[in-house]
């Protein structure tokens, strides 16, 4: 039984990571839904991997991983959205700010996982890769930036 937004919007067929509370993970899918009261939703997990933790005990704990991407996790102030619908942070580096594109690869209400482009991915943007700006992991982006 779950309450979550995560649960709330889930759907059979859908891969998640389960992990146990020694650490192990385990992908499951799920393969039944069904909603209950108080906004409570009751999921069925199809797990193809059982592990001595799960079958020794009556009662176990678990967390479940609904999504998981490797990025930067910025706070959603610091994204920006120029003309043609493209989504920046603004850097600063040796004093002067500098628009740096970025992709969004996950978003929720306060902070969003962002990335660079790839060179395949910036030519198909039409990007000129020689000016493009990448963003790193200890650069400097403001919190509040205006449009540059």
């Known amino acids: 039984m779950l309450n979550s ?60 991983t609904w999504w998981s991407y490797a990025g930067l996790k910025v706070p959603n102030s610091s994204i920006l959205e120029d003309e043609n619908g493209m989504k920046y942070v603004v850097r600063k580096r040796a004093g002067e700010n500098q628009k740096v594109i970025v992709k969004v690869l996950k978003r929720n209400e306060k902070y969003s996982i962002i990335s660079t482009y790839d060179t395949e991915e910036l030519n198909s943007l039409g990007i000129d890769i020689q000016n493009y700006n990448n963003i790193s992991q200890y650069d400097t982006i403001l919190l509040y930036p205006t449009e540059q």
């Open 5 to 64: 937004e995560a649960a709330n919007n889930a759907e059979v067929g859908d891969n998640v990571t389960i992990t146990l509370s020694s650490g192990d993970e385990i992908t499951a899918e799920i393969i039944y839904i069904a909603s209950q009261d108080e906004g409570k939703v009751l999921i069925v997990f199809d797990l193809k991997t059982l592990t001595e933790e799960l079958i020794q005990y009556r009662k176990i704990s678990f967390n479940i």
